[in-house]
């Protein structure tokens, strides 16, 4: 079993921060640090979009609309991936969920999935 889990979701009012912070569990937690992460988010009525993704050899990308104001960062010690938001907008209102890809020939030697989703986080931007 693999487990993720966000958290440091909310309501906050346009120009405010937030932080979330996504923990791994179970048999992911060995390779942690071989895997890509990333980070995505899903508006009411959108597709799930692509925020930010971290390679296993610590590249970044953001997607354009967040530029500038989003952070990724991992601790492989910790097997966590946190997302910093900062000058967050009403735009960036979405449910934030945690993505955890291990490299392909290491999961299926190891009899995981490629691809882990955590429950999601509710973000939402507001006066």
């Known amino acids: 079993q693999v487990q993720l889990v966000e958290s440091g979701g909310g309501l906050v009012q346009p120009g405010g921060s937030l932080r979330l912070s996504c923990a791994s569990s179970?048999?992911?937690?060995?390779?942690?640090?071989?895997?890509?992460l990333g980070w995505y988010r899903q508006a009411a009525g959108k597709q799930r979009e692509l925020v930010a993704v971290?390679?296993?050899?610590?590249?970044?990308t953001y997607a354009d609309s967040v530029k500038g104001r989003i952070t990724i960062s991992r601790d492989n010690n910790k097997r966590t991936v946190d997302l910093q938001m900062n000058n967050l907008v009403p735009e960036d209102t979405a449910v934030f969920y945690c993505?955890?890809?291990?490299?392909?020939?290491?999961?299926?030697?190891?009899?995981?999935?490629?691809?882990?989703w955590g429950q999601g986080t509710q973000v939402s931007v507001s006066a």
């Open positions: 993505n955890v890809k291990p490299p392909v020939s290491l999961a299926r030697a190891l009899g995981l999935q490629t691809d882990y």
């Open positions: 179970g048999r992911i937690f060995t390779i942690f640090n071989r895997c890509n």
């Open positions: 971290m390679t296993e050899g610590g590249s970044v």
